[in-house]
């Protein structure tokens, strides 16, 4: 199902840039803390369904079924082709989300769910793979580009601002010759699967610490490492 037409591929494109996007660790576009009573909207990307739910680009919903357990609750089916779970995450009231859509489409869910639940953009956090980094690595920021990444292409056009929070879990580049569009749509290699349960729990702990402590106390716990 890989092709170039960004609305119909559960992919990624297949030229994605090969080097950083230059605003990774830098400091936030915008604003990062809030009253403890104002919601966040954090949206774990992934293609629905089981056919997916081993690959690299689902890790985003992976991080989101963790989180989901710490809630203590379980998804259920939103009018807005969204799995969505209501509940408090550190003490903070989060709208925790699972696209129903592919990928690509994304954007749609996650601009309707912010309007819905008045949650402002810059409360808004993506948890997303990251070819550009590597494997297991975590890294926040606050705006900055795509970098090829079809799910935060559609985001951004959706909400009409990059200036929402990432956090971008890094699953490494393709080996040889491998079309990136075809390296996201794999399940993690064996070698990688056996470390994959304890990392999807770390970005899980980058999620809470971003909505207990901000985003620049964030990156000084998880971009030292």
Same mark, same amino acid.
């Given at each position: 199902? @890989?092709?170039?037409? @960004?609305?119909?591929?559960? %992919? ?8 950083? #996007?230059?605003? +990774?660790?830098?400091?936030? *576009?915008?604003?990062? *803390?809030?009253?403890? !009573? #104002?919601?966040a909207l954090v949206v774990g990307l992934g293609n629905p369904g089981p056919d997916y739910a081993g690959h690299r680009h689902n890790v985003g919903f992976q991080v989101a079924d ?15 082709? +969204? ?10 009231? *989060? ?34 793979? !990251?070819?550009?980094?590597?494997? %297991? ?27 929402? &929070? ?14 990136? *569009? #075809? ?13 994959? %349960?304890? &990392?999807? !729990? ?5 999620? !809470? ?17």
């Amino acid at each position: 199902m @890989v092709s170039t037409v @960004v609305d119909r591929t559960p %992919g990624r494109v297949t030229t994605a840039p090969s080097g950083p #996007d230059p605003r +990774a660790d830098g400091p936030a *576009a915008a604003p990062t *803390a809030w009253a403890p !009573e #104002d919601p966040a909207l954090v949206v774990g990307l992934g293609n629905p369904g089981p056919d997916y739910a081993g690959h690299r680009h689902n890790v985003g919903f992976q991080v989101a079924d963790v989180l989901a357990e710490r809630m203590g609750g379980r998804f259920k089916a939103h009018k807005l082709r +969204a799995q969505v779970l209501e509940g408090r995450l550190d003490g903070r009231r *989060a709208i925790l989300a699972k696209p129903s859509t592919y990928m690509n489409v994304s954007g749609a869910a996650v601009a309707g769910l912010r309007r819905y639940y008045d949650v402002p953009a810059e409360h808004v956090v993506v948890v997303h793979d !990251e070819l550009d980094l590597p494997f %297991g690595s975590v890294r926040l920021k606050s705006g900055g580009g795509d970098n090829g990444h079809n799910g935060l292409r559609s985001i951004t056009a959706a909400l009409g601002t990059r200036d929402y &929070l990432r956090v971008r879990f890094g699953i490494g580049r393709p080996p040889g010759r491998q079309d990136p *569009a #075809d390296f996201v749509l794999h399940d993690f290699a064996a070698s990688e699967r056996r470390e994959l %349960g304890v &990392l999807v !729990e770390r970005a899980a702990d980058a999620v !809470e610490l971003l909505l207990s402590r901000g985003l620049v106390a964030t990156q000084n716990t998880f971009h030292a490492t």
